[in-house]
């Protein structure tokens, strides 16, 4: 029998423009400057089959791949190279509620996502009333979309989503949304398909789910697969390779922005000349305490006069995961700078870190007040380490308070009341 | 006992139609009819509004030509004809500056669903094509009520210039929402050129008046599309024996303008079938 899915040496390249060339003034007058591209490679080399019947699970890192690969073998982005089929219907939610017009009554949206999913409206009549059941939302058939509670939305989403017979199911991280008794009804649907013998493909971050519902489980990591087998086998793998990843990360990184850094992309209209993290005392460390103060000090030479423009920071762990960040526009602050050659300065102080102890990476960026050009990027721009004090666990201070109210005449020590 | 109300434990699926058309014509009714309802939902007066702001062009258009500087003098019945034009004209321009942004307005689902993308051109123009077909259908049995028709045999070719119509705008259509994905100066652009065109196409006046002007210029003129398809509508609908077709006017040149309107059609077909792969990663 024929695998439901055949992927074979799936090849993808995004080329990211460094500015936004969408309007024609800005193509005939920057023409030559065309080649102004920065490469990512999404997917490497894919290859895998999907036999009928399995569910499929794909994990990984965010900018592994994960989306893209969906994407593709959903007809979403078309391959450079190499191919992914699907032989039979499939239904793919890479969002729920995709095509759902909140201006419109539920019933209405019934009818337009349902013809998303290629029912006719006549299918759909009879099955309005079932759908209402499913979703325990009955009451709320003529009311408009946009009244809808969030959680509400969802439901409504995920049963029209399943309405459709199909072969094949993807589905992108739908699983972190909906109240918990609807995940289970989530997933008791998952187990009906699984027992029916429906492929399923889920891309989720929530490797419990993946470990307990995947006969199979791949994990990619910068567009390759890394591993591929039993979900428990899977799950360890990643766990080792996020540990290691950030031990390698946290040994390898400068400790600030050198000039020309190779990880610095941008129109270099303004450049980062460096970047670097001040202490309370205002010397330059990489050793920094939870609650205590953390300035980072930017230095940045214009190359070309700008005006005004925005400045941002980030900080991020290892992995990946982005923890924080903001840029002056976004905080009210002008910056600008009108004759090339000028330097500015820029710092940006946290009087309390609210990070525990673990190695942070920090990227900073600059672009113009709409978005569209980058002028200059760093990421690793910087890198820090909270010491470990205080035991808290997790990666951030969440300054809370206890109260504990006991009755006096209960014995004393049972519990002390602390503060955070 | 009492019995807790609980949403059905499961829901049953649907066989989709095994025709792959039939789905996407499903789906081009879909959401053609929600944009038409979506465009007069809220407003007090709905559908109305789309047959007044054709009725106020009119008058103003009439009012300025035809009574202050009397382009339309000698012309038979030359503020019927001008209604004609100017429905016909409207739904040119809704219809295309609404297919410019069918696209580009519509990212989130062109990256994150699969479907045959023309579907979202067809059903904006399918949508516009709604309030046209009304507009028209009142217009005509008015004026004709009216005694301002004289509809005759010649007058059953009027669908077929109307369908000239529809293939000249989906063609634009195509072509435009998907240039408009990638140049967005597009949408300034074709608002200048469908002034150009709106005093270009004779619709305030009779395409005569250009004649009279000069030979060779109306001979130019007449290769505009449009000019030839309000041109001829004037000519089926409103008194095939007063007023003369394209091909009267300007003899067999009038094959031209037909030949363009489908050349546009297969042009903006090639141009948004070629860019289709690229707008997912664009928008």
């Given at each position: 029998?024929?695998?439901?899915?055949?992927?074979?040496?799936?090849?993808?390249?995004?080329?990211?423009?460094?500015?936004?060339?969408?309007?024609?003034?800005?193509?005939?007058?920057?023409?030559?400057?065309?080649?102004?591209?920065?490469?990512?490679?999404?997917?490497?080399?894919?290859?895998?089959?999907?036999?009928?019947?399995?569910?499929?699970?794909?994990?990984?890192?965010n900018g592994c791949g994960k989306s893209t690969l969906l994407k593709i073998l959903c007809r979403i982005y078309k391959a450079d190279s190499?191919?992914?089929?699907?032989?039979?219907?499939?239904?793919?939610?890479?969002?729920?509620?995709?095509?759902?017009?909140?201006?419109?009554?539920?019933?209405?949206?019934?009818?337009?996502?349902?013809?998303?999913?290629?029912?006719?409206?006549?299918?759909?009549?009879?099955?309005?009333?079932?759908v209402f059941a499913f979703a325990e939302l009955e009451e709320f058939a003529e009311q408009k979309l946009k009244n809808f509670s969030s959680?509400?939305?969802?439901?409504?989403?995920?049963?029209?989503?399943?309405?459709?017979?199909?072969?094949?199911?993807?589905?992108?991280?739908?699983?972190?949304?909906?109240?918990?008794?609807?995940?289970?009804?989530?997933?008791?649907?998952?187990?009906?398909?699984?027992?029916?013998?429906?492929?399923?493909?889920?891309?989720?971050?929530?490797?419990?789910?993946?470990?307990?519902?995947?006969?199979?489980?791949?994990?990619?990591?910068?567009?390759?697969?890394?591993?591929?087998?039993?979900?428990?086998?899977?799950?360890?793998?990643?766990?080792?390779?996020?540990?290691?990843?950030?031990?390698?990360?946290?040994?390898?990184?400068?400790?600030?922005?050198?000039?020309?850094?190779?990880?610095?992309?941008?129109?270099?209209?303004?450049?980062?000349?460096?970047?670097?993290?001040?202490?309370?005392?205002?010397?330059?460390?990489?050793?920094?305490?939870?609650?205590?103060?953390?300035?980072?000090?930017?230095?940045?030479?214009?190359?070309?006069?700008?005006?005004?423009?925005?400045?941002?920071?980030?900080?991020?762990?290892?992995?990946?995961?982005?923890?924080?960040?903001?840029?002056?526009?976004?905080?009210?602050?002008?910056?600008?700078?009108?004759?090339?050659?000028?330097?500015?300065?820029?710092?940006?102080?946290?009087?309390?870190?609210?990070?525990?102890?673990?190695?942070?990476?920090?990227?900073?960026?600059?672009?113009?007040?709409?978005?569209?050009?980058?002028?200059?990027?760093?990421?690793?721009?910087?890198?820090?380490?909270?010491?470990?004090?205080?035991?808290?666990?997790?990666?951030?201070?969440?300054?809370?308070?206890?109260?504990?109210?006991?009755?006096?005449?209960?014995?004393?020590?049972?519990?002390?009341?602390?503060?955070? | 006992?009492?019995?807790?109300?609980?949403?059905?434990?499961?829901?049953?699926?649907?066989?989709?139609?095994?025709?792959?058309?039939?789905?996407?014509?499903?789906?081009?009714?879909?959401?053609?009819?929600?944009?038409?309802?979506?465009?007069?939902?809220?407003?007090?007066?709905?559908?109305?509004?789309?047959?007044?702001?054709?009725?106020?062009?009119?008058?103003?258009?009439?009012?300025?030509?035809?009574?202050?500087?009397?382009?339309?003098?000698?012309?038979?019945?030359?503020?019927?004809?001008?209604?004609?034009?100017?429905?016909?004209?409207?739904?040119?321009?809704?219809?295309?500056?609404?297919?410019?942004?069918?696209?580009?307005?519509?990212?989130?689902?062109?990256?994150?669903?699969?479907?045959?993308?023309?579907?979202?051109?067809?059903?904006?123009?399918?949508?516009?094509?709604?309030?046209?077909?009304?507009?028209?259908?009142?217009?005509?049995?008015?004026?004709?009520?009216?005694?301002?028709?004289?509809?005759?045999?010649?007058?059953?070719?009027?669908?077929?210039?109307?369908?000239?119509?529809?293939?000249?705008?989906?063609?634009?259509?195509?072509?435009?929402?998907?240039?408009?994905?990638?140049?967005?100066?597009?949408?300034?652009?074709?608002?200048?050129?469908?002034?150009?065109?709106?005093?270009?196409?004779?619709?305030?006046?009779?395409?005569?008046?250009?004649?009279?002007?000069?030979?060779?210029?109306?001979?130019?003129?007449?290769?505009?599309?449009?000019?030839?398809?309000?041109?001829?509508?004037?000519?089926?609908?409103?008194?095939?024996?007063?007023?003369?077709?394209?091909?009267?006017?300007?003899?067999?040149?009038?094959?031209?303008?037909?030949?363009?309107?489908?050349?546009?059609?297969?042009?903006?077909?090639?141009?948004?079938?070629?860019?289709?792969?690229?707008?997912?990663?664009?928008?």
């Open positions: 029998m024929k695998p439901v899915v055949e992927v074979s040496h799936l090849r993808k390249r995004f080329r990211l423009p460094l500015d936004k060339s969408s309007t024609l003034k800005y193509r005939m007058t920057h023409w030559r400057s065309s080649s102004r591209y920065r490469d990512l490679i999404a997917l490497r080399d894919i290859s895998f089959d999907i036999p009928t019947g399995q569910f499929l699970g794909i994990a990984g890192p190499g191919y992914a089929r699907v032989n039979g219907e499939f239904s793919a939610f890479l969002e729920l509620g995709v095509g759902f017009n909140p201006e419109l009554t539920a019933r209405d949206n019934i009818f337009l996502g349902g013809a998303m999913l290629g029912l006719t409206r006549a299918q759909l009549r009879d099955k309005v009333d079932e959680g509400m939305q969802v439901r409504l989403a995920f049963s029209v989503a399943i309405l459709a017979e199909t072969d094949l199911l993807v589905m992108d991280e739908v699983l972190a949304v909906g109240d918990a008794s609807f995940q289970e009804k989530c997933f008791d649907t998952f187990s009906r398909y699984k027992r029916e013998g429906k492929t399923i493909v889920l891309v989720s971050h929530d490797l419990n789910s993946l470990e307990e519902y995947c006969d199979r489980v791949l994990l990619l990591n910068q567009g390759e697969i890394i591993a591929d087998g039993p979900a428990a086998e899977v799950t360890a793998a990643y766990h080792r390779m996020v540990a290691e990843h950030a031990l390698a990360v946290e040994r390898d990184l400068p400790s600030k922005l050198e000039r020309g850094d190779p990880s610095q992309w941008g129109s270099r209209a303004v450049e980062f000349v460096s970047a670097s993290l001040i202490d309370g005392q205002g010397q330059t460390t990489r050793r920094f305490d939870t609650g205590g103060p953390i300035t980072l000090d930017m230095q940045m030479l214009v190359h070309r006069d700008v005006g005004d423009f925005v400045c941002g920071m980030a900080i991020r762990r290892a992995d990946g995961l982005l923890l924080a960040g903001t840029n002056t526009f976004l905080d009210h602050v002008t910056v600008s700078s009108h004759s090339p050659g000028a330097t500015v300065s820029i710092r940006y102080t946290v009087d309390s870190l609210p990070l525990l102890a673990g190695g942070y990476i920090v990227q900073v960026s600059a672009h113009d007040v709409t978005g569209s050009e980058i002028y200059d990027h760093a990421d690793p721009a910087a890198s820090f380490h909270v010491n470990n004090m205080g035991g808290h666990v997790g990666m951030l201070e969440m300054h809370g308070r206890w109260q504990v109210e006991q009755e006096q005449d209960v014995p004393t020590g049972a519990f002390r009341q602390t503060a955070g | 006992m009492t019995v807790v109300a609980q949403g059905s434990g499961t829901l049953g699926a649907i066989q989709r139609p095994r025709s792959v058309f039939q789905r996407n014509l499903n789906l081009v009714r879909e959401l053609s009819i929600t944009s038409f309802k979506l465009k007069y939902t809220g407003s007090a007066l709905g559908y109305v509004w789309s047959l007044v702001k054709p009725l106020m062009l009119f008058g103003i258009m009439y009012l300025v030509f035809s009574i202050l500087l009397k382009a339309g003098t000698g012309a038979y019945d030359f503020p019927v004809q001008l209604l004609v034009a100017i429905v016909a004209w409207t739904f040119f321009t809704e219809a295309t500056a609404t297919a410019m942004n069918a696209v580009a307005g519509n990212g989130d689902l062109i990256r994150k669903a699969y479907f045959p993308r023309w579907i979202l051109v067809a059903a904006s123009t399918t949508s516009a094509l709604l309030t046209f077909a009304i507009n028209t259908v009142l217009v005509v049995i008015v004026t004709f009520a009216l005694g301002h028709l004289e509809l005759s045999w010649v007058s059953l070719l009027a669908p077929l210039y109307y369908l000239e119509l529809i293939v000249l705008v989906l063609g634009l259509s195509m072509l435009l929402s998907a240039l408009f994905v990638f140049f967005r100066d597009l949408g300034h652009i074709w608002e200048i050129v469908s002034l150009v065109l709106f005093y270009g196409s004779a619709i305030v006046f009779p395409f005569e008046l250009i004649q009279t002007h000069s030979i060779k210029l109306a001979d130019l003129a007449g290769l505009n599309p449009i000019a030839q398809i309000i041109t001829d509508l004037r000519h089926v609908l409103v008194a095939p024996d007063k007023i003369p077709s394209m091909a009267a006017l300007i003899g067999p040149l009038a094959y031209i303008p037909i030949a363009i309107s489908i050349g546009v059609f297969i042009l903006g077909f090639i141009v948004f079938h070629k860019l289709t792969p690229r707008f997912a990663e664009a928008l």
